[in-house]
């Protein structure tokens, strides 16, 4: 099983980075995909997930608005465009695969958004 994330990067304020996870090794199309994201000495907090089929989507409320979540079943790949980037968008964000008896996560990818 392999969650590859990539995209990560330094962007100022108010720009964009879209992050991407390769997946591999399970079957994709049947998971909750989810992003998170973990700044230094925080918690690690969801910012949005997509379920199986694309149809069901959700962000956390410092996402909403600039955040879009999107998956190709077809290319087993999970994205995430982010716009309107903030300083406090700055964390590693990991990609995280749900299924009913497993969870795999991805190394992760560093954003890191300057002002």
């Known amino acids: 099983v392999q969650l590859v994330e990539s995209g990560g990067g330094l962007v100022q304020a108010g720009g964009s980075l879209r992050l991407s996870c390769a997946a591999s090794g399970f079957m994709f199309r049947s998971a909750v995909m989810r992003w998170y994201r973990q700044a230094p000495g925080k918690a690690r907090e969801l910012v949005a997930s997509?379920?199986?089929?694309?149809?069901?989507?959700n962000y956390a409320d410092s996402a909403k608005g600039r955040f879009t979540i999107s998956r190709d079943n077809a290319k087993n790949t999970v994205l995430l465009q982010m716009n309107n980037l903030k300083p406090e968008d700055t964390a590693k964000y990991y990609c995280n695969a749900a299924m009913v008896m497993y969870s795999y996560w991805g190394q992760g990818t560093q954003v890191i958004v300057v002002s």
């Open positions: 997509i379920n199986s089929a694309g149809g069901n989507i």
